[in-house]
Structure formats: C-alpha cells, structure tokens
C-alpha cells in the first residue's frame, strides 16, 4: 500500500513566520507534487518534482518555495506567510516518470491557517 | 482554456438511492480522465481512470463513464451507503504533459 504522510494535520501560524510542510512517501515515487484547495476551486498545482533537487513550478508558485534533498521527501515553504495562504495543502506522489495513466497518491493534507 | 466543469455543486440523497455526477471538460489534447473519492479531512483516492478508448468502467458501486466526442464524463453511484458521503472529483489529465485539470468537485451527502 502506498503511503503518503504530512508532518502536520493543522497548523495556525502568524503572519511574516516561516512555514514548513513536509511530505513523505514510501513508494520509491520519482513525482512529488504540491497542492492548495481551497472551497469551490479545484485543486491547484504550486509546485512539482520529478527527482532529487529537481523542481518545477506549477500554476500558483508565488510565495512558495520547495526542497527535495532526498527522494522520499518534498517539503513545501511559505517564506513569509500571509493570510490568503490559509488554505488544506495536499502533497501527491506518482511513480513512473512520463507515464500518462500513472496515479496520483494524496497525503492526508494539511490544514494550515494564517493569522 | 482547459477547464473541467462539474455539475451539482452538492447533492443530498437518502441511504439506499442512486445518484449520478457529471463532468464536462475541454481539456485538449486529451489522455484520460479519472475520478477520485475525498473523504472529509483526507486526501483524495483514485476511484476510476478512462482512457479516450474507454467509454465505461467500474468500481464497485461506482460506474464511470466517458463520452469522448461530448467531452463529458459521468460517475453513477448504485444503492448509496452513508460511507459514499464525501466529494468526488473528475480530473483531466493533459495529453503529452505530465498535468492534471482538476474539477471543483461534487459534495454527497447520503442521509439515513
């Protein structure tokens, strides 16, 4: 079974704090990717990773930054965190880089509230 | 403009009855359209996966289906139970790109 866990269910930070969220799999997953949604949107792709140290902007990437040191982690950063970044962030995973049918694991998501 | 539109927004159905969600999109080129199941507070779960070859697939109680000359997709939900009570989410995903189109998705609520 694969499995995709997020450090933390619910976070409450303040505004201008630093926020980490990190995502593991246990797949051996080339593809990690990043998500917000938010209500009545679909979700939304803020950045992706098809290796180690490689990393791709999605649609939204503004105000984020990502780390991939190690294959089995993709940590997501919101350097200075503002409100309208309180959103459920979902970190995914796929194998078999380039593959068109390949699925997408989600994570549990966190729920991240900015004050 | 690639967009996959879902229609209703959220449906209440009584325990037992069946149901169907519809997905338009007008995402081109096409690969395949998937849907997935996401329970309150979780991350989503893959229910089915069509390609533009496959007009017809199931899950269990779930049959999806793919028209690919309308451009629409249905999800039909055969004799509810209360565990269907989530949001259901059809996602295109681009042909020739490793991208995915996500829908807005379907709230069920199946009641007693």
């Known amino acids: 079974d694969v499995k995709v866990t997020q450090s933390s269910r619910y976070l409450v930070k303040r505004t201008g704090e630093k926020v980490f969220l990190e995502c593991v799999q246990d797949?051996?997953?080339?593809?990690m990717f990043w998500y917000r949604q938010d209500p009545g949107l679909g979700l939304r792709l803020i950045y992706f990773?098809?290796?180690?140290?490689?990393?791709e902007k999605g649609d939204i990437p503004e105000g984020y930054s990502v780390s991939r040191e190690k294959k089995e982690r993709f940590s997501l950063i919101l350097e200075s965190a503002s409100t309208n970044q309180t959103s459920m962030y979902l970190c995914?995973?796929?194998?078999?880089?380039?593959?068109?049918?390949?699925?997408?694991?989600f994570g549990p998501g966190t729920r991240l509230t900015v004050l | 403009k690639n967009q996959v539109e879902q229609s209703p927004q959220s449906l209440i159905i009584l325990e037992g009855k069946n149901c169907t969600l519809q997905?338009?999109?007008?995402?081109?080129?096409?690969?395949?359209l998937r849907w997935y199941k996401q329970d309150t507070g979780r991350g989503p779960v893959s229910l089915t996966i069509?390609?533009?070859?496959?007009n017809t697939k199931s899950n269990g109680r779930y049959t999806a289906t793919l028209d690919a000359d309308t451009k629409q997709s249905s999800l039909h939900i055969t004799a509810s139970q209360l565990s269907d009570s989530a949001s259901y989410i059809c996602?295109?995903?681009?042909?020739?790109?490793?991208?995915?189109?996500f829908g807005a998705g379907t709230r069920l609520a199946v009641h007693p």
């Open positions: 069509m390609t533009f070859s496959e």
């Open positions: 797949m051996d997953h080339e593809n």
């Open positions: 996602v295109v995903r681009l042909g020739g790109y490793n991208k995915l189109i």
């Open positions: 990773s098809y290796d180690v140290k490689m990393k």
């Open positions: 995914a995973s796929s194998g078999t880089s380039g593959g068109s049918t390949d699925t997408q694991y």
């Open positions: 997905c338009n999109y007008t995402v081109s080129p096409f690969s395949n």
